[in-house]
């Protein structure tokens, strides 16, 4: 009964979770999880645990938590060399559970919109590709598409000066610029 209490509250509140996110990253201001429950005396959204939500930190925390397992938002969190984005749900629990964390981290609306059989499909294939483990969430399967491209992109730029290595990168590949 609790599980599916916890279903039914996590998709009847996470459309108003997902505006007020939208809405402050296209004011330029960051949605921190500390302004998600609590923005003091700021102009506009006041927080999830004031009026006219009135809701408990820890509902507003379970509904982030399934939106960042379903794909629909993905975590900023500090990093030694800055913001660092946070695709996958693995190993992400303590953002949820512990409080201090939670406040520190800034969601950010994710820009999937992949049915689940498109997800599957994409695994297999990033699978065929070499690259394992990656949870079925859109996040995760950008983040991992992103770094095929970036290890891709490096190959061919390594490659590039390499004509006498029976591979003349003008005659076979074109060059750099068409891509």
Not at 91 to 113: N, Q, W, Y
Not at 153 to 174: H, K, Y
């Amino acid at each position: 009964m609790a599980k599916t209490y916890c279903i039914f509250l996590a998709v009847w509140a996470k459309n108003p979770v997902l505006e007020v996110i939208s809405d402050l990253e296209d004011e330029g201001v960051d949605p921190a999880g500390a302004r998600l429950l609590d923005a003091g005396d700021s102009k506009g959204f006041k927080g999830f645990e004031r009026a006219p939500f009135g809701w408990p930190g820890e509902i507003l925390r379970l509904v982030l938590a399934a939106c960042f397992r379903a794909g629909a938002v993905y975590l900023e969190q500090q990093t030694a060399s800055g913001p660092g984005p946070v695709h996958d749900y693995k190993g992400a629990a303590d953002t949820f559970l512990k409080i201090s964390l939670f406040k520190k981290t800034t969601f950010r609306i994710a820009e999937t919109s992949l049915t689940v059989e498109q997800i599957k499909t994409a695994n297999k294939a990033l699978i065929t590709m070499g690259v394992t483990g990656t949870a079925e969430s859109g996040n995760a399967i950008a983040a991992a598409v992103r770094q095929l491209g970036e290890t891709l992109s490096a190959g061919v730029i390594e490659a590039r000066p390499r004509p006498s290595m029976d591979c003349p990168w003008q005659m076979r590949c074109g060059t750099a610029s068409q891509y």
